[in-house]
């Protein structure tokens, strides 16, 4: 019965009335393009550092190196710690930028947070586009880093914020879907410019990023700010006509709704310092551990090796210049599609299934590729691959990345963004982007030498973290699928193991302890 004001339980947990409209919809989709050039970077940077003519003019020596092949061992081909810090500097800036983007989103809201962020983004693209001389192409990627940092502060927050807690999932991946449609619209673009436009394409690949800043900047001032961010700035008005126009029911029927975003609001605004509360109080200890540990953990899955290394990978085995492309095209039509999988899924299923089922899938398809890469290159790295290995090797780490696509991929998002309270929401989102832009230019950093030195063990390696992760997961993760955003931390109030460590900072808690004082005072 739509537009009646029930607050019902389902599953435990409060459900409040209205639906997902097409204008929450049309305004996630508009936040989620940060998704997209996100995913872009990714994709442009593996496909770069394999076009020769962008080496040639940027990176002389490797493409020398290359192209005398003057190394035998198969595994340090393209081992080049400058070319890796031209994929790393990006993140790096992103990270640095996303510590920004915590006042940013509380001065100015998540809305103009992704405006300002399209803005640096679109010039950073244009920047790479006509670049000349290494220090433009560093500069432009220092700005691209600028935006992408600040959306992917802004993006999930704003998605899991606007949406109703049974859709939230499902709203929340589009970000991750958005990630993956960007990473293969730079291989699609690089295919075709690098077969079509020959020398030069690459400029049109990086010029092009510019189209989904656009997207983003454009759409961004026809959105409306989320009702919590408009509300903790003191906009009471606004964010109540906001919460009924994206819930397409009168201002009465979402009273119920209202009054615990106002009680969420009020009790945020009890903590003067949300940094000390949250890093140094110990009252959030659950919340940083999945702050800290999600984007690492996504990060150690080795998901970027084939995201950023695909081409080389896929060139390393064997494969021609335009069809180790054309795998990275593969790869990337296999992440958009089974990304799909945990749209469907991860509101019904829950996350915690996903989590477990993806983990183990990738685990068995890392000890697969590395044993195929290791019968037929061998230790020392000198073998050649036949055809068959090859294309085994493809349909595994296919197999791979559709395992990410549906666990760690679109959760390493969803599950830092809807555990923590609003108070300290904005700060543990930064911690979490740091932590993922760090570890995933250390990965790129350091990928390429330790394919060098430790082979095919390498997949290995990745393998044991994500035994390891898939434990932590099984363990220490508490459901949340369904949760209204606002009661999340109750759910870790019922977890056996963290409920020895949450503080029950709500107002009724405090109600309850200051009665339960007075009381202890008259006896
Ligand atoms: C990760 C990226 C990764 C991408 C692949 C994202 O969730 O943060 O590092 O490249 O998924 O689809």
Redesign the pocket.
């Known amino acids: 019965m739509p537009g009646a004001v029930i607050v019902h339980h389902h599953n435990r947990y409060k459900t409040y009335p209205g639906e997902v409209t097409g204008f929450v919809f049309y305004s996630c989709l508009v936040a989620s393009v940060g998704g997209c050039i996100f995913?872009y970077d990714?994709g442009m940077a593996a496909s770069l550092t394999s076009t020769e003519s962008f080496l040639l003019l940027f990176f002389p020596d490797i493409y020398q190196q290359q192209r005398d092949q003057v190394i035998t061992n198969q595994y340090c081909k393209f081992d080049s710690q400058e070319l890796s810090l031209f994929g790393s500097s990006l993140f790096l800036s992103a990270a640095t930028a996303s510590l920004f983007a915590s006042p940013m989103a509380r001065a100015f809201g998540r809305k103009w947070t992704l405006f300002y962020a399209a803005v640096a983004y679109i010039i950073g693209a244009c920047m790479g586009g006509i670049a000349t001389t290494f220090t433009m192409l560093i500069t432009g990627r220092l700005l691209l880093g600028v935006g992408v940092g600040l959306c992917i502060h802004a993006s999930p927050l704003y998605l899991s914020e606007m949406a109703p807690a049974q859709q939230r999932g499902m709203l929340n991946i589009l970000f991750?879907l958005m990630?993956?449609i960007g990473?293969l619209s730079a291989s699609l673009t690089n295919y075709w410019t690098s077969r079509f436009l020959g020398g030069w394409g690459w400029r049109v690949g990086l010029g092009m990023g510019a189209v989904p800043g656009s997207v983003i900047a454009l759409g961004s001032l026809a959105i409306p700010d989320t009702p919590i961010s408009l509300l903790s700035r003191g906009e009471t008005e606004l964010a109540r006509a906001t919460l009924s126009q994206i819930r397409g029911i009168g201002p009465d029927d979402v009273r119920q709704e209202f009054d615990d975003l106002a009680a969420a609001c009020e009790e945020s605004k009890a903590v003067a310092n949300p940094w000390w509360e949250l890093l140094f109080t110990g009252k959030y200890k659950p919340q940083l551990t999945f702050a800290l540990g999600v984007p690492f953990f996504?990060?150690l899955t080795g998901?970027?090796v084939i995201?950023f290394y695909a081409p080389v990978l896929f060139k390393t085995v064997g494969f021609r210049n335009d069809a180790s492309l054309m795998s990275s095209v593969i790869t990337g039509l296999v992440?958009v599609f089974s990304t799909f999988v945990a749209v469907v899924t991860a509101d019904r299923v829950g996350r915690r299934a996903l989590f477990l089922q993806g983990g183990t899938q990738m685990i068995i398809s890392q000890i697969l590729v590395g044993t195929f890469i290791g019968l037929q290159f061998g230790l020392s790295g000198t073998g050649a691959i036949s055809e068959q290995y090859a294309m085994c090797i493809v349909l595994f780490v296919c197999v791979y990345v559709a395992g990410?696509?549906w666990s760690?991929?679109?959760m390493?998002?969803l599950i830092p963004s809807e555990v923590y309270p609003l108070a300290v929401r904005s700060q543990a989102q930064s911690i979490t982007v740091a932590v993922?832009m760090c570890f995933?230019a250390f990965i790129g950093q350091v990928f390429l030498t330790l394919l060098c030195h430790l082979r095919f063990g390498l997949f290995y390696f990745f393998g044991a973290w994500l035994l390891l992760m898939t434990i932590f997961i099984a363990v220490l993760l508490p459901e949340t699928k369904c949760v209204p955003l606002e009661e999340v931390s109750h759910v870790f109030r019922k977890h056996w193991f963290w409920r020895k460590y949450v503080v029950d900072t709500s107002a009724e808690a405090r109600g309850a302890e200051m009665r339960k004082r007075i009381a202890l005072e008259m006896s």
Do not use: D, L, S, V
Request: hydrophobic share 45%.
């Open positions: 995913g990714i991750q990630i993956t990473i996504q990060q998901i970027n995201m992440n990410f696509a760690w991929g679109p390493g998002w993922n995933t």
